[in-house]
């Protein structure tokens, strides 16, 4: 079992930016590709970006690109989210999620493959 733990998510104006942080604990963390999705109210979750174990591989939702840099230290169990040029369509609940991969360099953009959750942490971006 992993926990993950998300920090960092806030009120910002639009163009401002943040950097948003899963803690994990429990299972060997370099086991796991990482990701971040979010959920809008009354939207479903979607995929933000990933990272696959050996922080050779990444992906990006195309909404995000040039705009969001994922990132992760595997000494100190924490996966980032850099986020900059802010709009308000971003305003949702950031979720981590830890995907359990034999492979090192692969990630996946589906919410069904990942095994374990954070419990979110709220983004607000204002016009």
């Known amino acids: 079992q992993v926990q993950l733990v998300e920090s960092g998510g806030g009120l910002v104006q639009a163009g401002d930016s943040l950097r948003l942080s899963c803690a994990a604990s429990?299972?060997?963390?370099?086991?796991?590709?990482m990701g971040w999705f979010r959920q809008a109210p009354g939207k479903e979750r979607e995929f933000v970006a990933a990272?696959?174990?050996?922080?050779?591989?990444?992906r990006y939702a195309d909404f995000v690109k040039g705009r969001v840099t994922i990132s992760r230290d595997n000494a100190k169990n924490m996966v980032y989210l850099q986020m900059n040029s802010l709009k308000p369509e971003d305003t949702a609940v950031y979720y981590c999620a830890a995907d359990w991969r034999t492979s090192l360099y692969t990630t996946s953009a589906s919410a069904a493959e990942y095994d374990h959750w954070g419990q979110g942490t709220q983004v607000t971006v204002s016009s």
């Open positions: 990272i696959s174990r050996s922080l050779g591989s990444t």
């Open positions: 429990g299972r060997p963390f370099s086991n796991y590709a």
